[in-house]
């Protein structure tokens, strides 16, 4: 943790500096986000099912960090997004439900100016997979119950993103300032998972 953000403060040549005295050293950053996802990881192991590569999720982003100069924060980032999707089977009609939930922890930065601000991060990817499936027999469904898929974290991953988003609200009162805005955020890992979504956010610096 230390050692990235080390290395982003020598990538970015920012000094270290005391935040402004009307400024609170507080940093905190929340968007949701509808975004659209493509992931060749997902896999299913019966043959005659189908697993969606991409499609459409909710998204949550978490940021809380300190402010090291006027225009920079560091901190961690959490991200949660919620994907759901059915498949079907050729063979009896047979129904499975999934529901997948991204989630990355990672260390972030923050630049900003006055209405404008990004903010890229780079962290552990994983995700939980839970379901249930229904069992047809001759093409009858009706009176066969839901059974519970057992659920499974995928083996974690390397993660990283972009948010970019402008402010449209400012809100002033002592040394806290709130801003309201829309921003565009990008996320890919290293098993073959990208989305792309955009949101509103609030920030209190």
Known sequence: MRATF???LALTGVARADPDDETSRFTMQVG?????WHDRSLKNDKTF?????????GALQLMSGARVSPGLSLGVRMVVSWERYIISSFVNHDLEQFTVVPVDMAASALFETEGF?????IGWHTQSTRGTEKNCVA???ENNPMLDIPGSWASGSLGFGWLVGVDLVHYDHGHHHDRLGLFLEVEGTSADYFSVGLGVSYRRR
């Open 49 to 57: 099912d189908i697993t969606p590569e991409s499609g459409k999720a």
């Open 32 to 36: 949701l986000a509808g975004r659209v």
């Open 139 to 141: 093409a009858v469904c």
């Open 6 to 8: 080390a290395l982003l």
């Open 117 to 121: 601000w990004v903010s890229p991060w």
